[in-house]
């Protein structure tokens, strides 16, 4: 079985936000991990491999130190990694990003293909369903539990108050929850992360996918920043007059509710 | 030229879905400001008598697309049959709300048009030359992205909660363009076998919008009841403290902290917990934080957003009723 | 059952060159093992490590050292260490060996996000940078001066942690009443990397350190008060290797040595029954065990009573080497055998001298409960209440 596991390297959940001098995400200097959700698609990534035998890609877009990432996943147990890096990719939109990746896929012989149901940075959760449609596959997005039978799939996945099972033909794209078939990301073993270091990693271009520069459909006009959290506020009152303010104050303050 | 203002309207069994009510809100005043029709698109089978719901909510037409095919939502069929009408009628924006479907079916559309997506969004403002901008929280929340486009139609997805919900004016005339669609088999390899909705499930603590959690101050394992109660009527996942744990109350993998799970939920309500610094570590960057503690002085309330100074036990009861009456208007 | 495994002399190269330079020497006598804490207490952790076989499976360059429950078990308390045949440096090798899977980007799940927050923060606890100095508010802490002679270097936790705040402004007022000529540059410092070191990132360990290092050099830092065993072991111990070379000192030895020049003084009689925890970076790792004993010793009133492990033979609280971030279940948590010590003795409070010290013996005598019959105190907050003159 052929799987390619999508591994977007992102900003640490730890890190600071600061704009450079155009007013942009300020990457420099900043801790870059593993998408969490990633780590969880690759972690059922090997797991079918180990299951049904064949290999894993990790493949990613992104700048030079997302080879750091793909090195992750080959120390995790990916059996190659493709990185499609090109300065043309810089302002990239989800449409962007989709093109490039479906580009470097569609080379790729796979049968699954998983992603992560969200990247924890720029959070849009579009890239891998777009992907999906680029690629005239079916897609199956927050899956929570699944299991693979010859050319079919079933799928579990998350609804707004629920879940859904879904039967698909391979080949197909799943984004993974946390979590997913109950599994935790592997550690890898110092054996792994040393084997890591002699397995393939390629870079491809633009140019090199055959690719021209690509126009973004949307274009981000500014950042900011959230308001600093206000210095919280003691409800006062007796214990049922502030029950009720308390509920007021979420509702049409905090809209949360 | 493109024309309108589109809003999914999203049915699940002939009911809409509170975010389309929200989005038809907040739509209409758009509508207003740019001089531009609002437009309710209802897929499904059956659901004609939705048509003056979203009238009353502040539509100027509906398209309304009935088949057994859409009867209820799949990705495939949705898209094949959005991507038609949209086609044809060319609107401006086309608006969903951020629910499971709109998240899932959002993208697949915008990929099918060759179009923007700008998705979770908690703002719209009209803009000259963009037409809508939209604001974006990116980095959990840490930072907001402000994005348009001029390529027509530009999708979004709306985070729910964003909007308030207008009265509805049950006077409002209506034009209805009943629309046909072929649904491509190509877009039917995924099929639905089986939906379970489990009202009673709370969600579960790493992915809750919402949690209540419980700490030394629940003084046993039987008061964790009525977190469950305040927990099942906002939709919440329980936690607790490692106190809570330690004292064999709740099982390990419900710690929330340094050591248990981290979270960021968007409401997080402590309930006779001290703020510990571990405790902290992993729930600090909840977007709203909630205390309830009897010690004025308890750290927890210089990390909360809003904090009630008294005894649980009398407190949580009340918060529970509160919400009650909430959720039900 | 081990299964069998192929020693590998390219692992073994690997293990090397990530620092474990005297894992050679070890004789496999297995004294380490025996005196290891880790036999105190019974669980998964206590099952699964044995620093013999974790050195033995390193030298012979064998997968299996690198599970969680091994490679980051050790609490680097030194019990071992000091006592070894073979000077083996047990610690060294713990610190290599945990680089060769931290090195690579591996930090156990639970980690990671201290390590993200030594990165983007500068502290291990998730503080805002811009809060570091926040506690010094109205404490009219003087800024260090090239005219200071001592910084006052405070550790994280005690910048952040409610709790521990308690023991700064405590040395503080004792510095202060003592009349040292003290600064703190605390808003630009950075965590000393003490721990993160000893869990393998060197990386991160060289970020921090080189951070303090030209900080202190900038200012004409020449002398340097910790309020922590651990920023004074990272001061001495490791910053030399990067050129950081100053005169550090522990808060108890300034504090013992100004009580036994007359400077400072305790004039409030405080009838108590106090023992006293040595931490294992003040106590075996920095040899300071006098100054601590003087001072509470000094204290009009104060009953002293020694635990049954002490000085070079303490037992460790569990809270080096990175295990302040581990969970560990009740009643396989070190800290509840010292707190159990300590109620032997019917000491009503346990002193100890470190903020990490504090957190795991605070969160031991919660857990058991024994909070009525006994105070866990820092030594500066005991020494303060005997400041006071009613
Ligand atoms: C410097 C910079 C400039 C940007 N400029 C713009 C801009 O001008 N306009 C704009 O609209 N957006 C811009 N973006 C955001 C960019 O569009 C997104 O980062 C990108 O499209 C991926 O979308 P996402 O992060 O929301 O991923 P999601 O769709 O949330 O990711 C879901 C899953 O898809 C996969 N995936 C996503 N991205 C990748 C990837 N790169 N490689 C491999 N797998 C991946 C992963 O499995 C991931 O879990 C910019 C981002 C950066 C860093
Ligand atoms: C290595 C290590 C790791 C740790 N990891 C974690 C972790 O992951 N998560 C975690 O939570 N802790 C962790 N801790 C423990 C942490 O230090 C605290 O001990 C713990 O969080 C305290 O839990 P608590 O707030 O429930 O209890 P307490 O601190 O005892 O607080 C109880 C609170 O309840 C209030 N209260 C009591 N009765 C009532 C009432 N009737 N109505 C209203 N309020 C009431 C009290 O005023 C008090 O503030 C860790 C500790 C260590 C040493
Ligand atoms: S005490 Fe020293 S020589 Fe003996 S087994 Fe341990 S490290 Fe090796
Ligand atoms: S340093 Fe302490 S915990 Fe680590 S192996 Fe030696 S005795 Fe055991």
């Given at each position: 079985?052929?799987?390619?596991?999508?591994?977007?390297?992102?900003?640490?959940?730890?890190?600071?936000?600061?704009?450079?001098?155009?007013?942009?995400?300020?990457?420099?200097?900043?801790?870059?991990?593993?998408?969490?959700?990633?780590?969880?698609?690759?972690?059922?990534?090997?797991?079918?491999?180990?299951?049904?035998?064949?290999?894993?890609?990790?493949?990613?877009?992104?700048?030079?130190?997302?080879?750091?990432?793909?090195?992750?996943?080959?120390?995790?147990?990916?059996?190659?990694?493709?990185?499609?890096?090109?300065?043309?990719?810089?302002?990239?939109?989800?449409?962007?990003?989709?093109?490039?990746?479906?580009?470097?896929?569609?080379?790729?012989?796979?049968?699954?293909?998983?992603?992560?149901?969200?990247?924890?940075?720029?959070?849009?959760?579009?890239?891998?369903?777009?992907?999906?449609?680029?690629?005239?596959?079916?897609?199956?997005?927050?899956?929570?539990?699944?299991?693979?039978?010859?050319?079919?799939?079933?799928?579990?996945?998350?609804?707004?108050?629920?879940?859904?099972?879904?039967?698909?033909?391979?080949?197909?794209?799943?984004?993974?929850?946390?979590?997913?078939?109950?599994?935790?990301?592997?550690?890898?073993?110092?054996?792994?992360?040393?084997?890591?270091?002699?397995?393939?990693?390629?870079?491809?271009?633009?140019?090199?996918?055959?690719?021209?520069?690509?126009?973004?459909?949307?274009?981000?006009s500014k950042y900011d920043l959230p308001t600093p959290r206000q210095a919280g506020k003691k409800v006062p009152g007796e214990p049922a007059a502030a029950a009720q303010e308390l509920v007021k104050l979420l509702h049409e303050e905090a809209k949360v509710l | 030229m493109p024309k309108g203002i589109w809003i999914f309207v999203e049915q699940r069994d002939g009911q809409i879905r509170k975010s389309s009510f929200e989005l038809l809100s907040e739509g209409r005043k758009l509508a207003d400001q740019t001089g531009e029709p609002l437009v309710g698109v209802i897929l499904g089978e059956g659901v004609e008598s939705l048509v003056k719901v979203v009238a009353a909510q502040g539509a100027d037409k509906v398209i309304l697309v009935e088949d057994e095919k859409l009867k209820n939502y799949s990705t495939g069929a949705y898209t094949s049959a959005l991507n038609q009408v949209i086609r044809k009628g060319e609107p401006q924006a086309f608006l969903m709300g951020n629910s499971a479907a709109g998240r899932d079916l959002a993208p697949r559309l915008a990929q099918r048009l060759g179009v923007g997506l700008a998705s979770d969004c908690t703002g719209i403002e009209h803009d000259p030359e963009k037409f809508l901008v939209f604001k974006r929280p990116i980095y959990a929340g840490k930072a907001f992205a402000y994005?348009?486009?001029?390529?027509?139609?530009?999708?979004?997805?709306?985070?729910?909660?964003?909007?308030?919900?207008?009265?509805?004016?049950?006077?409002?005339?209506?034009?209805?363009?009943?629309?046909t669609v072929t649904v491509d088999p190509a877009d039917l390899k995924a099929i639905v076998k089986e939906m379970a909705l489990a009202t009673s499930k709370r969600p579960e603590l790493v992915e809750a919008d919402i949690i209540v959690s419980g700490g030394r101050g629940m003084k046993g394992p039987e008061n964790f009841a009525i977190l469950e109660q305040l927990a099942d009527v906002i939709g919440a996942a329980v936690g607790a403290s490692r106190a809570a744990v330690d004292s064999g109350w709740r099982e390990q993998k419900f710690q929330v902290g340094q050591t248990g799970k981290t979270v960021s939920p968007t409401l997080y309500i402590a309930c006779g917990i001290s703020g510990a610094i571990q405790h902290l570590a992993g729930m600090g960057s909840s977007k709203f934080i909630v205390a309830i503690n009897k010690d004025p002085e308890a750290n927890i309330f210089n990390v909360a957003s809003y904090g009630i100074v008294g005894d649980l036990f009398e407190v949580v009861p009340l918060l529970t009723e509160e919400f009650k009456k909430l959720v039900s208007a | 059952m081990d299964e069998i495994k192929n020693v590998s002399l390219e692992m073994k190269d690997y293990i090397a060159s990530s620092g474990a330079e005297t894992l050679s020497w070890c004789m496999q006598c297995g004294l380490c093992t025996n005196l290891c804490p880790w036999r105190l207490v019974p669980g998964e952790v206590s099952e699964n490590f044995n620093i013999r076989k974790m050195q033995r499976l390193g030298q012979l360059g064998l997968e299996g050292f690198e599970e969680e429950n091994i490679l980051f078990a050790c609490v680097t308390c030194g019990m071992c260490q000091i006592n070894c045949p073979r000077k083996v440096e047990i610690i060294d090798n713990v610190r290599s060996m945990r680089n060769t899977t931290v090195g690579a980007g591996f930090l156990p799940p639970h980690l990671r996000p201290i390590a993200g927050s030594l990165h983007a923060n500068g502290n291990p606890w998730s503080g805002e940078r811009e809060k570091r100095a926040a506690w010094q508010n109205g404490l009219d802490i003087p800024a260090f001066t090239e005219d200071t002679e001592y910084l006052l270097f405070v550790c994280c936790t005690s910048c952040y942690d409610t709790r521990s705040k308690k023991i700064a402004t405590s040395i503080v007022r004792l510095l202060k009443a003592a009349g040292v000529n003290f600064g703190v540059l605390t808003a630009e410092e950075n965590c000393c990397g003490e721990s993160i070191r000893k869990l393998g990132d060197e990386e991160l360990f060289q970020k921090l350190a080189q951070g303090n290092i030209d900080l202190f050099k900038?200012?004409?830092?020449?002398?340097?008060?910790?309020?922590?065993?651990?920023?004074?072991?990272?001061?001495?111990?490791?910053?030399p290797e990067l050129g950081g070379e100053f005169e550090v000192m522990h808060y108890s030895e300034v504090l013992a040595q100004l009580v036994k020049e007359g400077k400072l003084s305790f004039p409030q009689e405080l009838a108590r029954k106090v023992t006293f925890h040595d931490p294992c970076y003040l106590g075996r790792h920095n040899q300071v065990f006098d100054p601590p004993r003087e001072l509470i010793q000094s204290i009009p009133g104060v009953e002293f009573v020694e635990l049954d492990r002490s000085r070079n033979k303490s037992l460790c609280c569990a809270g080096g080497g990175g295990r302040i971030w581990a969970e560990v279940p009740m009643g396989e948590r070190f800290g509840e055998l010292r707190i159990t010590g300590a109620v032997e003795k019917q000491a009503d409070t346990l002193v100890t001298a470190c903020p990490y010290c504090i957190i795991m013996l605070d969160d031991a005598c919660a857990g058991l409960e024994k909070g009525d019959v006994l105070q866990v105190m820092e030594m500066s907050e005991l020494l303060c209440t005997a400041l006071d003159t009613k």
């Open positions: 079985m052929n799987i390619v596991v999508c591994v977007k390297q992102t900003f640490d959940t730890e890190a600071k936000i600061v704009f450079d001098s155009q007013g942009r995400i300020d990457p420099n200097g900043v801790n870059l991990i593993v998408n969490p959700y990633d780590e969880f698609a690759l972690e059922e990534g090997i797991r079918l491999k180990e299951k049904f035998g064949g290999t894993v890609t990790a493949v990613s877009m992104g700048g030079a130190r997302a080879q750091e990432a793909l090195r992750t996943a080959l120390a995790m147990g990916a059996d190659k990694a493709l990185l499609v890096s090109d300065p043309a990719l810089n302002d990239a939109d989800e449409w962007v990003s989709t093109q490039a990746l479906a580009q470097a896929i569609s080379k790729i012989p796979y049968d699954i293909i998983l992603a992560g149901r969200v990247a924890i940075d720029d959070g849009s959760s579009q890239v891998c369903v777009r992907l999906a449609e680029e690629l005239h596959l079916p897609s199956v997005s927050t899956v929570v539990k699944f299991s693979v039978e010859g050319n079919k799939a079933t799928a579990v996945r998350e609804i707004d108050g629920g879940t859904e099972t879904l039967e698909i033909e391979l080949p197909v794209v799943l984004t993974a929850q946390k979590g997913i078939n109950g599994n935790e990301p592997r550690y890898p073993s110092v054996a792994g992360i040393m084997k890591a270091k002699k397995k393939e990693l390629k870079t491809m271009t633009l140019a090199d996918l055959g690719l021209a520069a690509l126009e973004p459909k949307m274009k981000i | 994005t348009g486009t001029t390529v027509r139609p530009v999708v979004a997805t709306i985070r729910p909660n964003t909007f308030a919900i207008s009265s509805p004016d049950e006077s409002r005339q209506v034009e209805v363009e009943r629309e | 900038r200012k004409g830092v020449k002398k340097i008060i910790t309020t922590s065993p651990h920023c004074l072991y990272a001061f001495k111990k490791d910053y």
